[in-house]
């Protein structure tokens, strides 16, 4: 990919994982070395990538607060659970990207939400931090995917940005498998700035209690 040496396996190991809810899966986990941006992504292998045609593929970035602690501001958490499954399920690699609050850190992410509490949305929070909307770069996982052999995935995902970006690292998108909805009371203004301000591929509903 233009621009980024080729990066290569540090470490594979297998991993039992087990969701809240009871989910389990066994996952091999690796490690890389001479990723581009030099953070400690981690790719987690599940079922047999190897053994399908195209593996299915998710780039999911880091939420402290939503992946671990199961904030309801956001969908991230039940989008993570949801991508283990079906990833195992048909062969594929969950790509997990240090990139905290879209590529802007824990902390402003959550000085983000205290603006948010104010009445901006994600992104005019975003922006009154001196941020553009989203700051991440997806060389890293394009760099992620060659490392393990895998030039053509089909992505899941509903971020129009991921897949041309990931297409303009050489990487070849076969197809795009959306995610579910996750709407909550609490997460719906969010959702809804996704799609309007970034083009994602959401069908927005009202929650029903």
């Known amino acids: 990919m233009p621009g980024a040496r080729p990066a290569t396996v540090r470490t594979r190991v297998e991993i039992p994982l087990r969701f809240p809810d009871g ?37 999911h970035s880091e939420c402290l607060t939503g992946d671990v602690f199961g904030s309801a501001r956001c969908d991230c958490g039940p989008q993570l659970r ?29 000085d983000a939400y205290a603006l948010q509490d104010q009445g901006q949305d ?3 929070a975003n922006r009154s931090l001196g941020f553009p909307d989203d700051v991440r770069d997806y060389t890293a996982a394009a760099q992620i995917l060659a490392a393990l ?47 309007e301000h970034t083009g994602h591929t959401i069908a927005v509903v009202t929650p029903v209690d």
Request: glycine share 10%; no cysteine.
């Open 82 to 110: 949801e991508a283990v499954e079906r990833i195992a399920g048909v062969g594929g690699v969950l790509v997990y990207l240090r990139q905290e609050g879209r590529g802007i850190g824990l902390y402003n992410k959550l």
């Open 149 to 195: 052999g895998f030039t053509q995935v089909d992505l899941l995902t509903n971020n129009p940005d991921k897949v041309t970006q990931l297409r303009d690292l050489g990487v070849a998108v076969r197809t795009t498998v959306p995610t579910g909805v996750f709407a909550t009371e609490t997460n719906l203004r969010y959702l809804n700035a996704k799609v």
């Open 23 to 59: 989910y389990s899966v066994l996952a091999d986990a690796v490690t890389f070395v001479d990723l581009a941006d030099g953070a400690e992504h981690v790719a987690l292998l599940l079922g047999d990538p190897e053994a399908t045609e195209v593996p299915l593929v998710r780039m």
């Open 122 to 124: 994600t992104y005019e």
